[in-house]
Nanobody, 116 residues
Framework: QVQIVESGGGLVEPGGSLRLSCGAS????????MGWYRQAPEKQREMVSI????????NYASSVKGRFTISRGNAKNTVYLQMDSLKPEDTAVYYC?????????WGQGTQVTVSS
């Protein structure tokens, strides 16, 4: 049974930091990429960052480049998103997605709110 579990969201003041965690399990094939996406109220879901699980290469949305860092954890199929210099416009539900050659799956999402 495929499972994606996220954690680490919360309320933070502008300029603050948060770290999101995501663990994936139950896939029939090796996970090729894991990524973070976000969806703000009344907006479409957008890609934040994606990382290759084999070589660690990563991509970022232009809006978060230089502020967010995605990384692989020591545990298998684990990724983190370090979010620094947070802005109110980063407020959204953040979702983790894991992808293999044959399937992909989403987590339930974790709320990140940036407000003073």
């Amino acid at each position: 049974q495929v499972q994606i579990v996220e954690s680490g969201g919360g309320l933070v003041e502008p300029g603050g930091s948060l770290r999101l965690s995501c663990g994936a399990s139950g896939f029939a094939f090796s996970i090729s990429t894991m990524g973070w996406y976000r969806q703000a109220p009344e907006k479409q879901r957008e890609m934040v960052s994606i990382i290759s699980m084999s070589d660690g290469l990563s991509n970022y949305a232009s809006s978060v480049k230089g502020r967010f860092t995605i990384s692989r954890g020591n545990a298998k199929n684990t990724v983190y998103l370090q979010m620094d210099s947070l802005k109110p416009e980063d407020t959204a539900v953040y979702y983790c997605k894991a992808t293999t050659l044959t399937e992909s799956a989403w987590g339930q999402g974790t709320q990140v709110t940036v407000s003073s």
